[in-house]
């Protein structure tokens, strides 16, 4: 067999190898119910799917789009997608890449039957009031920090806004924001930094 021909059937079996399914980190279930996991299309141009899989039996229970942004495998790889449990397993806040400089926010309610989005306010949103800003420069980031117990999400708001007062040298920002997913509401929100952000 010539060497022309190992190296085909080697990019081959390493195609398929990189099309399985990859685990995220943090994707079980604080109870072990579930894990989480992204699935790549059999279309290499279409975006994979992030899966919420029943432990015990294997079976899907729901999936949603990953975003707009990084392909398989790069979107689990290279922090395209981030997501954090509820301590109580009921809820799973997912961060996605909508763009290079963009990240989103989505909230769902996870049963064995399936996956319910919850709509939640703009964190970004929450930032630009609490900073008196109109837009951003380039970047708008989203992502979950932590839960501070099974109803309590606290979203890290983070980019670059323009400086208002006119040295043109974009203003680099962090703020956490605070959300009661029952009452689908925005809570509080603290500004963690703020600071010139160069180049």
């Known amino acids: 067999m010539s060497f022309t ?50 432990v015990a039996t294997k079976e899907l229970v729901g999936s949603t789009d990953t975003g707009g942004y990084a392909h398989f495998p790069a979107v689990a790889e290279n922090a395209s997608t981030a997501v954090l449990w509820s301590p109580d397993s009921k809820h799973l806040a997912v961060m ?13 309610e996870v049963a064995f039957t399936g996956l319910t989005e919850i709509p ?55 703020v956490d924001v605070t959300f009661n997913i029952q009452e689908k509401k925005i809570t509080s929100a603290k500004i963690i930094e703020t600071k010139p952000k160069e180049g």
């Open 5 to 54: 021909i190992l190296l085909v059937i080697a990019a081959l079996l390493s195609s398929a190898w990189a099309r399985e399914p990859i685990d995220l980190a943090n994707s079980h279930s604080p109870n072990g119910t579930f894990s989480i996991r992204i699935t790549p299309s059999e279309d290499p141009d279409v975006l994979a799917t992030l899966e919420v899989v029943n």
């Open 96 to 108: 996605t890449r909508g763009t290079k400089r963009s990240t989103s926010l989505r909230l769902f």
């Open 120 to 174: 939640l306010p703009s964190s970004t949103a929450r930032a630009f009031e609490l900073l008196k800003a109109k837009e951003s420069y380039r970047c708008v980031f989203q992502r979950p920090l932590e839960w501070s117990n099974d109803t309590t999400l606290v979203v890290r708001a983070s980019g670059d806004i323009e400086d208002l007062t006119g040295t043109k040298i974009p203003i680099w920002y962090e």
